[in-house]
């Protein structure tokens, strides 16, 4: 997912830039921006309740430097708290903040 949050982060900024240019030399918007931006939150996943109840946990998932190793298989038998859970699901609303997730 790093590669994909680098690479949207990267479009959405490139977009802002773009219509920053446009509007201040007269040609007004492109839209890109807001495009861009539809485009990121489309990849943002919807809140879900956690169907093992309690506080949520992780699988671990080994990382590789060739992309043709993915997906990596999670590991069941090691699996952690989140122990920043219980504080951000109480911050700002009933399901924590809107954040996308490789920036919180």
């Known amino acids: ?7 949207m982060s990267y479009i959405v900024w ?5 219509d920053y240019i446009a509007t201040n030399n007269g040609y ?4 890109d921006l807001t495009k861009s931006w539809a485009t990121l939150e ?7 309740d956690y169907f093992w109840g309690g506080e949520p ?3 671990y998932a080994d990382e590789f430097e060739v992309p043709e190793k993915y997906p990596a ?4 038998n090691n699996t952690a708290t989140d122990p920043l859970y219980s504080q951000w699901k109480n ?3 009933s399901e ?9």
């Open 1 to 7: 997912h790093l590669t994909t949050s680098e690479a």
């Open 14 to 18: 490139i977009a802002a830039m773009n």
């Open 28 to 31: 007004g918007t492109t839209g």
């Open 42 to 48: 489309m990849m943002i996943p919807t809140v879900q």
């Open 57 to 59: 946990s992780a699988q």
């Open 73 to 76: 298989p999670g590991d069941a």
């Open 91 to 93: 911050y700002g609303t």
């Open 96 to 104: 924590g903040l809107y954040l996308i997730h490789w920036l919180a």
